[in-house]
Nanobody, 127 residues
Framework: QVQLVESGGGLVQAGGSLRLSCAAS????????MGWFRQAPGKERELVAA????????YYSDSVKGRFTISRDNAVNTVYLQMNGLKPEDTAVYYCAADVRPLRVGIRLAANEYAYWGQGTQVTVSS
């Protein structure tokens, strides 16, 4: 069982930066691939970045590639999302999530492959 708490959201002007953090409880954090999803009003939840449980591979959606960086520190049970060059279209509630299956080598893209979710943090980018 993994419990997740996101922080770091807020209001920022276009071109600015934010760093999201997701703190996990439980001793098994290091065995889970972690993902950052976002959901804007009226849109489906989408995966924007993910990192394999050992940190050996990452995934970025085309919309954030080159601007966002996902990282993790298994020693403190935390995954991060550094967001640079923010755009108004990045406005959404951002959620971190843990893969439904521990120790999975590949990164899954679908939301239903993630079993544990945080409560979300709002990111608003003004133009």
């Amino acid at each position: 069982q993994v419990q997740l708490v996101e922080s770091g959201g807020g209001l920022v002007q276009a071109g600015g930066s934010l760093r999201l953090s997701c703190a996990a409880s439980g001793r098994t954090f290091s065995t889970y691939t972690m993902g950052w999803f976002r959901q804007a009003p009226g849109k489906e939840r989408e995966l924007v970045a993910a990192i394999q449980f050992r940190g050996l591979s990452t995934y970025y959606s085309d919309s954030v590639k080159g601007r966002f960086t996902i990282s993790r520190d298994n020693a403190v049970n935390t995954v991060y999302l550094q967001m640079n060059g923010l755009k108004p279209e990045d406005t959404a509630v951002y959620y971190c999530a843990a893969d439904v299956r521990p120790l999975r080598v590949g990164i899954r893209l679908a939301a239903n492959e993630y079993a544990y979710w945080g409560q979300g943090t709002q990111v608003t980018v003004s133009s």
